[in-house]
């Protein structure tokens, strides 16, 4: 059975870097997109981007702060940084998997939420 | 982009009753729709890809149809546990989107 685990800070600065990671656990990247996903409290859901098991990478550009997710095969993870982040990216944060590139996300994290504040 | 506006907003039912939930996209997206149920303090959970197919062990009173811009989730005897918000979401050229969600609850 297939488990994803966010981890990371939840607390984040107005003008740092967020920085999250997505650990796989019950199977294997490969061959899969891996995507990051938030949902400000109380909202509904927002995709932000994906990663590729190649390496490729792809971004929503309605995102206001620079995003970047990278892979790391040998551990299993992929992860998101956000940088000069604001309130408005208080949020949970999940990762999800695409299934095969079909589209629709199959298994998710259980969530992290992140919050931006002095 | 394409938006995808669900309604209605709230649907307040009674356990046994039929639910009804739409979604309607800006422009077409064939059957690249799916739905997910998300409860208080959890993921979502897919429910239904391609708009019709039900996802791995969830139940036959949760059904999809739809095609190009209408969708439609039913959910033909509530249950208890069925009382949550649901969300629509698509993919094209490679840009993903969620509907604003339908919270279903108790009447």
């Known amino acids: 059975q297939v488990q994803l685990q966010e981890s990371g800070p939840g607390l984040v600065k107005p003008s740092e870097t967020l920085s999250l990671t997505c650990t796989v656990s019950g199977g294997s990247i490969s061959g899969y997109y891996w995507s990051w996903i938030r949902q400000p409290p109380g909202k509904g859901l927002e995709w932000i981007g994906y990663i590729y098991y190649n390496g490729n990478t792809n971004y929503n550009p309605s995102l206001k702060s620079p995003v970047t997710v990278s892979l790391d095969t040998s551990k299993n993870q992929f992860s998101l940084k956000l940088s000069s982040v604001t309130a408005a990216d208080t949020a949970v944060y999940y990762c999800?998997?695409?299934?095969?590139?079909?589209?629709?996300?199959?298994?998710w994290g259980p969530g992290r939420l992140v919050t931006v504040s002095s | 982009e394409v938006v995808l506006t669900q309604s209605p907003a709230t649907l307040s039912l009674s356990p046994g009753e039929r639910a009804t939930l739409s979604c309607k996209a800006s422009?077409?997206?064939?059957?690249?729709l799916a739905w997910y149920q998300q409860k208080p303090g959890q993921a979502p959970r897919l429910l239904i890809y391609d708009a019709s197919n039900r996802a791995i062990g969830i139940p036959a009173r949760f059904s999809g149809s739809g095609s190009g811009t209408d969708f439609t989730l039913t959910i033909s005897s509530l249950e208890p546990e069925d009382f949550a918000v649901y969300y629509c979401?698509?993919?094209?050229?490679?840009?993903?989107?969620f509907g604003q969600g339908t919270k279903l609850e108790i009447k």
């Open positions: 979401q698509q993919r094209r050229n490679w840009q993903y989107t």
């Open positions: 999800a998997r695409e299934y095969g590139g079909a589209f629709y996300f199959d298994y």
């Open positions: 422009q077409s997206i064939t059957t690249y």
